[in-house]
């Protein structure tokens, strides 16, 4: 009886590792999925969007402590790390990306260039040091509904997070006049152009949106871990993976997607060793890939 | 058919490409040799390893339209094993008495290690250990490529995935570190047959047969671009369906140009161990891939001279302002990334083969300059 | 004429995408040296029809007997090799390569990679890649580069292309469209030379074009096959003109 | 407390500035041709070092940049300014010490690049630096063909011993077999979890700390486990552990990863008291990013801490602080790169000469006194004999120290 409640209880919290590592991946995949699945732009420096997120929190984090307002800060920091990650994607857009959209390779490489002034940036501003927000009291430790298992707040935080931003991103994209004016755009730009939609003006609000939800997922990040300037780019080909691996243009694609790789890498990292786990892992998601190189879910088309 | 064949290659594009080359070799054989003393030219012979890569990649990404971001793989798999090979000779069980188990690499005695692995004990053998680089990573290619290529995975995908294997291997190879030297890679090889590599002769030695390798690598890149073969990766860069519609397996013409350029890299990758002295996965990893693909990209992704001024270029920068300005050069390094791809979409090679069109682009960017700058100057007489 | 062989035998060959039918149970067939145009309103399965045959879209069902090889198990360069061309809609030739070593790209030898490694430029190529040349008007050009030519131009190097594998079944899509009317006859002169010792398939809109060159006319309306017959019959036909008129 | 340390501050800008004076009419006498205090060049340079009748050259090579920045930084500081001080107090054998920067960029072949150029170009007496045992495997090979010296200050995983490297942190032996007596003694501890970052420092001392645990201490190694440098999700890890309920988990964790892995526990309700863990890797540098909230209570086991309260540390934390600021922090490593140069002075003042034959014959038995952890002494086997000391960690970021052992390092050969 003891037994099989320990069991019960490791297979729950395993479950629950798991779709705290699939919360913080969908998170990244959605602006990325946003990014390239509807623009067919490679952005190397989306991790480093997250990033930009991130220090922004820790940047609140440390005025709410010494204004005393650090019950409240995260909420606003997280409006910040949109925000700012949103500006940011929307410059880089207008000065870099618009004019690489004939050159989907270039832009791979542009985008690096970009990811490593970025981290050079943070690490003259921010140091080279691991940095974390100081979190409100109610994020910190554990909601334990039965003995034996803890779910960390912070955890829980993160995946209500991602519930309510995909289910935000699912609105826009296909319940609001301006999600059906992207979809127009990436399916046909001169006919979009034809009807009257700005095409110009949806390509860099739709780059900055997918980098501002990057800008969430680094809020989100570092709340269960922490922020040091290369923390963007330890995601970026997980990220890249989990996108492609979805389908690129797809929505549900992508978060089936984030929630089979993190399951299977949470759950993989239990049974062996951290590297093991991580090979395990990425060897088969390539494997499928190369059977199936349209992704999980998409759908065939009369070209 | 000499004669003929001599012909085709002499048109006048050929000539100038002659003359570049006769440079290059100049440069490399007599140049820098007299020019820099041996700690200098031992680095320069380690760019030169980074040129194979480029060179490689002028074939697969310049002309064949496959933009690989694993070169570091096959690099680094030539490289892994030579230094098995050295790793091996090194660990005789004379110098390794003091081990636990004498006989075994260094770092397996440190992991408890018994006995040499298997996949270890062909790697005693030298012609063995040569087979071994040359086929060893234009096998792999060939798999990848046979998996990717059949079913038409190009682009964007290939250059993921590819990024993504070699994750895998950087991450492998670290996590087995019994078996592999773990993060810390192979180290301290001394001797190829008795030889030591260490010696001032035997880096001069090794750099010149690295030096004539690569210029053997660049006739027979210039060969390969010349013959049907050539014309055929020009041709599907533009439309591959025709191509695939004149009966070509267009599958199997991406599959040898990227095995061949998984070939020069990893002789590239081996003669690195030699000069070296180790191997580490640092050198297989996502970011020397990538960086790789950027030397080809200042060099000129279509110009096969480029792409070693590329590699020689962006190194000494990287090594010079490394020294001098430390925080300036990751700057200066992205900046170059994103001016070359914006600017100079054939690198540097672009800019000596177009001089018009170079001028054309100094001329407009100061006239946009001047356009951007002036009505903010006249904006308050004006409305 | 005495008897006539069957050179390509379309049976029920049907495929569709997420339901709905683009090719429906068509069937067709091509003898041996005759020219057959396809005609049909926007839409009809025209060009998907010639996807099928050279393996660029898979078949749901149906045969596709070529010599009476099945064509639909082969891969898209065996079909080729196996003596099919295919012209494609919009002129698709090398625009960075000149218009001999368009030509000489497309020579049926050295195909494998290593066999295109070691190609060599045999007289008998240089003669071949001359005759092609002077066959579609373009010996004056052969040193240009190909994306210098006029569309016209470019039409007949794509054809040349196609010639100098010597195809039995030659198929060009709208091979016409964007040409002066004197690069129409010039056209439709070519095609009926080098229609004298294989078969073609046209796909066309140009009546006058059709009227020029084609054997037998089919007529598809909605992936299926409408009619079938002589340019005079087709034209005099209720269902086509309904077909075009109506919707 | 706090003006007493201003107070302190203000004396040491004070005497830096005498001292400063000192050196600008030092220079200047040297710059009229006034003859070196020392034995002349000829005499205690016989191998063509850069040695001239004032100065001597040494090179400092840790990364700069890079991941491994973080961490190193904290060595650059500590030896330059050991070098500032010495050069203040009269440099060695009269000759001032100039240092040649160079960056390793976290890159383990820049090192050994780096290296081969500070030997053979500049032919520096002496080099400071490395971190990572990555980073010293590189070098090795360069330093014992070009007959260097290099002072070494990273606690490591031991199994090694070159005549050319002065050790100056702990080897693994040194740093495991007391903290573990201690934790079992004091603890009553019988099982143990290992964690550590995958690579070869963390898995030998672990394969040492077992060997301990199961034939000494006859206690039980209830799992080991490995996770990648740069990890930062340790969730299925920390239930691993949960299910195991070991008395003490042994963490090796290195790097940034250590931020995410303490919030980690922290968020899974492992705290210090209720649980007991006990770490090798974890330093105020580390502590600084984790912030002092997680670590609470848990314990680490080295040879120095910064608040050690003896007159040699307080002066060099006062020192420290006033050159690089009131906040930054004083790690282990930090503090035996300080030592490098010291011992170095030492080693070449008792052979009186900056050839490395014979500062390297010399080095046995050098004793320093005015160490920051208290008294050293090299072993003959190039390590040091040192002291360990246990700390528990308080919320402002400091350890207090808890308990000590003497130990002196183990010869692996």
Redesign the interface.
């Known amino acids: 009886m003891a037994e099989t409640s320990?069991l019960f209880t490791?297979l729950l919290?395993?479950g629950?590792?798991g779709m705290?590592?699939f919360s913080v991946l969908l998170l990244m995949a959605l602006g990325l999925a946003i990014i390239f699945g509807q623009m067919?732009v490679?952005n190397m420096a989306h991790g480093e969007f997250m990033t930009i997120g991130a220090y922004t929190t820790y940047i609140m984090s440390t005025f709410a402590e010494a204004h005393g307002f650090i019950n409240q800060y995260f909420i606003l920091a997280l409006i910040a790390a949109f925000a700012i990650a949103f500006a940011a994607g929307y410059l880089l857009e207008y000065l870099?990306i618009r004019?690489?959209y004939k050159?989907?390779?270039?832009t791979?490489?542009?985008t690096?260039?970009?990811?490593?002034?970025m981290?050079?940036a943070f690490?003259?501003i921010f140091?080279?040091?691991?940095?974390?927000p100081?979190l409100p009291e109610w994020l910190?430790?554990?909601y334990?509904p039965a003995p034996g298992i803890?779910l960390?707040?912070?955890?829980l935080m993160v995946l209500v997070l991602m519930l309510v931003v995909t289910f935000g991103v699912w609105l826009m994209m296909y319940r609001s006049r301006w999600g059906i004016r992207v979809r127009a755009t990436t399916q046909n730009r001169v006919i979009a152009d034809a009807v009257g939609i700005n095409t110009k003006r949806v390509d860099r609000i739709t780059f900055a949106l997918g980098c501002g939800l990057a800008g969430i997922a680094g809020a989100a990040?570092t709340t269960?871990?922490?922020t040091?300037p290369?923390?963007g780019s330890?995601f970026i080909?997980d990220t890249?993976?989990v996108v492609?691996f979805g389908g690129a243009a797809s929505l549900f694609g992508t978060i089936a997607s984030a929630f089979t790789i993190a399951q299977a890498q949470?759950?993989l990292?239990?049974l062996m060793?951290?590297?093991?786990?991580?090979?395990i892992t990425?060897?088969s998601?390539?494997l499928i890939?190369?059977?199936r190189?349209e992704g999980l879910f998409s759908?065939?088309?009369?070209? | 058919m000499p004669k003929k064949l001599l012909s085709h290659w002499i048109t006048a594009k050929n000539r100038s490409d002659l003359i570049n080359l006769a440079l290059l070799a100049l440069l490399l054989l007599v140049v820098l040799p007299l020019a820099l003393d041996i700690f200098r030219l031992n680095l320069v012979g380690k760019y030169l390893t980074f040129a194979f890569v480029a060179v490689g990649l002028v074939l697969c990404w310049g002309y064949g339209g496959i933009l690989s971001l694993g070169q570091g793989i096959f690099f680094g798999l030539g490289g892994y094993c030579m230094a098995m090979f050295l790793k091996l000779e090194a660990s005789d069980p004379v110098s390794t008495a003091i081990q636990s188990t004498p006989g075994i690499p260094d770092f397996m005695d440190w992991n408890q290690i018994k006995a040499l692995p298997w996949f270890w004990e062909p790697f005693h053998s030298f012609s063995f250990t040569l087979i071994a680089v040359l086929i060893l990573p234009t096998l792999f290619a060939y798999l990848i490529g046979v998996a990717m290529f059949k079913r038409r995975v190009g682009g964007v995908y290939f250059a993921i995935i590819t990024q993504a294997i070699a994750l895998i291997l950087t991450v492998l190879i670290v996590g087995q570190q019994g078996l592999t030297g773990g993060i810390n890679g192979i180290t301290d090889l001394k001797t190829l047959l008795g030889w030591d590599i260490r010696t001032n002769s035997a880096r001069y030695i090794l750099y010149y047969i690295n030096a004539a390798l690569l210029l053997g690598g660049i006739v027979f890149s210039r060969w390969l671009l010349s013959s049907k073969l050539g014309l055929l990766l020009v041709a599907l860069r533009d439309k591959e369906e025709r191509v695939r519609f004149s009966g070509y397996d267009v599958a199997n013409l991406k599959i040898f140009t990227f095995c061949v350029a998984a070939l020069f890299s990893a002789v590239g990758g081996a003669m690195f161990t030699l000069q070296v002295g180790f191997m580490s996965p640092s050198f297989v990893g996502i970011v020397p891939s990538i960086e790789m693909v950027i030397f080809t990209a200042v060099g000129g992704r279509l110009s096969l001279i480029g792409a070693v001024y590329g590699a020689l270029l962006v190194n000494f920068g990287k090594s010079y302002f490394s020294e001098t300005f430390a925080d300036l050069w990751l700057y200066l390094m992205g900046a170059l990334f994103i001016g070359v791809v914006l600017f100079l979409p054939n690198g540097l090679a672009g800019l000596f083969r177009e001089p018009r069109q170079t001028w054309l682009l100094i001329k407009h960017t100061a006239l946009m300059l001047v356009a951007k700058l002036r009505p903010a100057r006249l904006r308050p007489e004006g409305k | 004429m005495l008897k006539k062989e069957i050179l390509l035998a379309i049976e029920d060959l049907t495929v569709s995408f997420d339901g709905f039918r683009a090719v429906d149970a068509v069937n067709l067939y091509v003898d041996k040296g005759e020219v057959r145009v396809i005609i049909g309103p926007n839409g009809a399965g025209k060009t998907t029809l010639l996807d099928l045959i050279c393996g660029k879209t898979h078949a749901s069902s149906g045969t596709i007997k070529f010599k009476n090889i099945e064509l639909r198990d082969l891969d898209e360069h065996h079909i080729v090799r196996a003596g099919v061309g295919r012209k494609f809609q919009t002129p698709s030739i090398y625009e960075d390569l000149t218009v001999y070593q368009n030509l000489e790209v497309s020579f049926p030898r050295g195909r494998s990679a290593f066999g295109s490694l070691f190609f060599k430029r045999t007289q008998d190529v240089v003669d071949r890649v001359q005759e092609i040349a002077a066959e579609i008007l373009l010996t004056e050009q052969l040193h240009q580069l190909a994306g210098l030519l006029s569309h016209g131009q470019k039409q007949w190097l794509e054809i040349g292309m196609l010639l100098i594998q010597n195809p039995e079944l030659l198929m060009l899509d709208e091979p016409v469209a964007g040409m002066s009317v004197r690069e129409r006859q010039q056209t439709a002169e070519l095609l009926k030379r080098i229609s004298a010792n294989r078969s073609v398939i046209v796909i066309e809109h140009d009546m006058e074009f059709v009227r020029a060159i084609a054997h037998r006319v089919t007529v598809l309306h909605q992936g299926r096959v409408l009619m079938e017959g002589s340019m005079d019959a087709v034209q005099a036909d209720e269902r086509v003109i309904e077909a075009y008129l109506g919707h | 407390m706090s003006t007493e340390s201003q107070h302190r501050t203000r004396h040491t800008r004070i005497s830096i500035f005498i001292i400063a004076s000192f050196l600008c009419i030092g220079s200047l006498l040297t710059f009229a041709r006034v003859e070196a205090a020392g034995p002349p060049t000829a005499q205690v340079n016989t191998t063509g070092l850069a040695v001239t009748d004032t100065t001597v050259t040494v090179g400092d090579l840790h990364s700069a940049t890079g991941t491994m920045a973080i961490s190193e930084i904290g060595s650059i500081q500590a030896e330059l300014l050991a070098i500032d001080q010495i050069n203040a107090a009269g440099g060695i054998l009269g000759r001032k010490i100039e240092v040649i920067k160079e960056d390793g960029a976290s890159d383990w072949p820049n090192f050994a690049e780096k290296a081969r150029k500070l030997l053979v170009k500049d032919k520096v007496a002496a080099v400071f630096g490395c971190w990572t045992s990555a980073s010293r495997k590189a070098v090795l090979p360069v330093f014992e063909k070009e007959n260097g010296l290099l002072y070494y200050p990273t606690f490591y995983e031991g199994l090694e011993q070159s005549k050319n490297v002065i050790y100056t942190g702990q080897e693994a032996t040194q740093q495991i077999i007391a903290g573990l007596d201690w934790v079992t003694k004091t603890k009553g501890a019988k099982t143990f979890f290992l964690i550590g970052s995958d690579y070869i420092w963390p898995r030998t001392s672990n394969k040492i700390a077992r060997k301990h645990i199961e034939n000494v201490l006859h206690g039980k190694v209830v799992g080991e486990e490995y996770y990648p440098l740069g990890t930062t999700n340790f969730r299925s890890l920390i239930n691993k552990a949960k299910l195991a309920k070991p008395d003490v988990i042994y963490s090796i964790v290195v790097g940034g990863s250590n931020v995410s892995w303490f919030k980690q526990l922290k968020a899974a309700d492992i705290t210090g008291d209720k649980w007991t863990l006990l770490t090798i890797s974890t330093t105020e540098d580390e502590v600084k990013g984790i912030g002092g909230e997680s670590v609470l209570n848990f314990y680490s086991a080295m040879k120095y801490f910064q608040t050690l309260k003896n007159p040699n540390n307080e002066k060099f934390v006062a020192a420290f602080k006033a050159k690089y600021g009131a906040d930054s922090v004083i790690g282990d490593v930090t503090q035996a790169a300080y030592l490098g140069p010291w011992l170095w002075k030492a080693a070449v003042e008792k052979a009186g000469s900056f050839d490395v034959d014979k500062v390297v014959a010399a080095s046995p038995g050098i004793e320093l006194s005015s160490a920051p952890e208290g008294y050293v002494k090299v072993h003959a086997n190039h390590h040091l004999w040192s002291k360990l000391r246990i700390g528990r960690w308080r919320r402002r970021c400091c350890c207090e120290i808890y308990r000590y052992h003497r130990r002196r390092s183990v010869n692996h050969g």
């Open positions: 320990t490791t919290m395993q629950f590792a705290s590592l067919g490679i870099l004019r690489l050159r989907p390779l270039d791979l490489l542009a690096w260039g970009v990811s490593l002034v981290q050079q690490r003259e140091g080279a040091r691991e940095v974390s100081a910190t430790g554990s334990q803890d960390p707040v912070s955890g990040f269960i871990a922490s040091g290369t923390t330890l080909v890249f993976l492609v949470s759950g990292e239990f060793t951290g590297s093991m786990a991580k090979v990425l060897v998601v390539v890939l190369m059977m190189p759908v065939k088309v009369r070209k």
